[in-house]
């Protein structure tokens, strides 16, 4: 009977589960809004990037951000993750193996990106309807999800004033985390 068999274990799991995801949710958007060229003056990046430097200070001293990838945040967001899952199996008795481990953080990081594309393309969709005049936080969306909608906007033109493309980059995200994400999943599963 390992530590998570009662509801005060399953409690505690829930909840390290949720702070685990919160840091690497942190860190994926640090990644996104670096990739995007997203305005670092905004307040919503500067919170994003306080709250995420001194977690990223070890990694960007091995790889330091040039340009528009911030791998530190990517390599923090895979170490943390590895870290919670060798952890969860040390308390439940079970031994996952590195190639388990790094597996499922590599699965972990990629949903979470993609995840996170997905809603930030529903948000900026929906504030362009709500509010399609100048708003400072649709600002922030429209550059986090330029960049991710840019190559379908070429190939699908606006059909009667209506852009189409968000609807083909949410199609290709969710394809994508199925099929892809999805693939490399079932062979983390062959390792436990």
């Not at 829930?14 to 949710?25: A, D, E, K, M, T």
């Not at 899952?85 to 597996?103: C, N, S, Y």
């Not at 997905?118 to 986090?144: A, D, E, K, R, T």
Request: one cysteine or more.
């Amino acid at each position: 009977m390992d530590n998570f068999s009662s509801p005060i274990g399953q409690g505690g799991l829930y909840l390290l589960q949720f702070l685990v995801g919160l840091v690497i949710f942190a860190l994926m958007l640090r990644f996104l809004l670096r990739a995007t060229h997203a305005d670092w003056r905004h307040p919503i990046v500067q919170f994003i990037a306080k709250i995420t430097n001194p977690l990223c200070a070890l990694a960007n001293k091995i790889v330091p951000t040039r340009g528009r990838w911030d791998w530190a945040a990517i390599i923090t967001a895979l170490v943390i993750h590895a870290i919670f899952v060798w952890g969860v199996g040390m308390l439940t008795g079970r031994d996952f193996g590195a190639v388990a481990i790094a597996l499922a953080s590599v699965t972990e990081i990629l949903n979470q990106l993609l995840d996170m594309m997905f809603w930030l393309i529903i948000i900026q969709v929906i504030l362009s309807w709500v509010s399609p005049g100048y708003n400072p936080n649709m600002v922030i969306f429209n550059q986090l999800t330029n960049p991710i909608l840019a190559p379908f906007q070429r190939f699908i033109p606006p059909i009667g004033g209506m852009d189409l493309s968000p609807l083909a980059a949410i199609l290709a995200i969710k394809l994508f985390q199925i099929v892809v994400v999805g693939s490399i999943a079932q062979i983390a599963q062959g390792f436990l």
